[in-house]
């Protein structure tokens, strides 16, 4: 199973809405990542997770809040975000830097 | 800060027609993985090369690894329009550092 599994696939929410983004991936992977990506440009690395400790936060804007429950989970939680916020938001999971394995996404809009 | 430089940055082709794809750096990477992407979809990974050097094939596809492990190339025999998407290429290292992108290739193929 080389699966990473986003939900929702597709989020509308207003700026003064609170939602959270969720990713699962059963590989046993001890790395799980965000990403953004903006149309027609490649992703653009948000956080690093390693073996459940935030290794890497580039440098992202605090109304962007993750949190890794357990070694199989990831979230994202989102708060007060702007419109320039709306992308496809990206989960990938992965062995040492080596490879990543990547959900479908979430296409957001912020209104 | 370790960069990947892919080529060309769009590629319009007919059906049929044979064409490559290049993954360049000044740096030296563990590993190589390219990518193909699907218009709001996560890349799907379609390879990963280790070895300088190393040749893999997948179908139609052909991936190489520079034998300095520096450089990368994919090459598409007869394109399809199923080939039609973006082509990311990234480099992995030891440890947990992240993938390094490229800024991805945007083929189409037409019938």
């Known amino acids: 199973d080389t699966e990473v599994t986003q939900t929702p696939k597709h989020l509308v929410m207003g700026m003064t809405n609170k939602k959270s983004l969720k990713c699962e991936q059963h590989?046993?992977?001890?790395?799980m990542y965000w990403y953004k990506q903006k149309a027609k440009k490649p992703p653009e690395l948000m956080f690093v997770?390693?073996?459940?400790?935030?290794?890497i936060n580039e440098s992202v804007p605090s109304r962007f809040s993750p949190e890794c429950p357990n070694s199989s989970l990831l979230n994202l939680h989102l708060h007060a975000l702007q419109p320039e916020d709306s992308a496809l938001y990206l989960c990938?999971?992965?062995?040492?830097?080596?490879?990543?394995?990547f959900g479908q996404g979430t296409r957001l809009t912020v209104v | 800060t370790q960069l990947l430089e892919q080529s060309p940055q769009f590629l319009s082709i007919q059906e049929g027609e044979n064409l490559t794809v290049y993954c360049n750096s000044s740096?030296?990477?563990?590993?190589l993985q390219w990518y193909r992407q699907e218009p709001g979809e996560g890349p799907v990974l379609l390879v990963t090369?280790?070895?300088?050097?190393e040749v893999k094939k997948l179908k139609r596809l052909t991936f190489q690894f520079g034998d300095a492990r520096k450089d990368s190339s994919l090459h598409i025999t007869a394109a399809q329009p199923g080939d039609t998407g973006l082509y990311l290429c990234?480099?992995?290292?030891?440890?947990?550092?992240?993938?390094?992108f490229g800024k991805g290739t945007r083929l189409s193929v037409i019938a």
């Open positions: 990938a999971s992965g062995t040492r830097g080596t490879e990543a394995f």
């Open positions: 590989m046993g992977h001890r790395a």
């Open positions: 997770y390693s073996y459940e400790k935030l290794s």
């Open positions: 740096s030296v990477f563990s590993s």
């Open positions: 090369v280790v070895t300088g050097g």
């Open positions: 990234a480099g992995g290292n030891s440890g947990n550092t992240p993938l390094v």
